[in-house]
């Protein structure tokens, strides 16, 4: 599943075609993905102008000049397509802009989704309403996990996966960044000490910032909109390195939890 950094390449890799466009054309080609989409949301792109786009976890944002915001999610398989050679039966979402350039939004499992809210309720959208800080803002700090923590008898990777703590983490970016901190996933999360959510602070932030310049991370069917697949994959010290040597010298283990593979050291992870 994409995650923050997908989502964030994604939304920087539609701007140089959307921003500051007309969209002179919207075609929806199915009734839904894995919600239905609004039925008024062609009709309230169409001619608007795309004033800014950005990101709210891991949900894509495209702002209009007539006050509205439309929602993206890249569900399990979603991606955009710039400018494609022909539209396919995967491309459901079809944005063309005034001078000309095509943005198709491709999603062959259907798991993605659409929306369109007035931009000034954005924080009141459902989903929003309860989630945390932007792992890359100023509101994450150790601070801020110190008092969410607080009492929780959860693991620390769980607590990181809790969206209501914050917004954002994928399982694949916080097993990298409890393995940067050199803290074991399931330390109870109530029990870190300031010192130590300070260093895992700086990890997430570390650890999302490589991958979004890498262009995020190539899994499955995840593309850059220019097609191009991201590389920090290859960049992952733990993810995926089940039987691998560790750069301090041991061994990545893996684990299930909660249906979700953890991968660690148990040597330099305490």
Partial sequence: MPELPEVETTVRGLEPVLAGQVLSAVEIRRPDLRWPIPLDLGERLLGARV???GRRA??????TDRGDTMIFHLGMSGR?????????????LVLTTGAGRRAALCDPRRFGSLDIVRTESLDRYAPFAVMGPEPLGNRFTAAHLREALKGRESSIKAALLDQHIVAGLGNIYVC???????IAPGTKAGR????????????VKDVLGSAIEAGGSSLRDYARPDGQLGYFAKQWRAYGREGESCACGGTIRRRVDSGRSTFFCASCQR
């Fill in 51 to 53: 004033v800014r786009l």
């Fill in 80 to 92: 955009w397509r710039i400018d494609p050679a022909e539209i396919g039966k995967h491309d459901h």
């Fill in 58 to 63: 891991k949900y894509g944002l495209i702002d």
């Fill in 176 to 182: 990298e960044a409890l393995h940067m901190a050199h």
């Fill in 192 to 203: 870190i000490g300031t010192e130590r959510l300070e260093r895992l602070v700086r990890a």
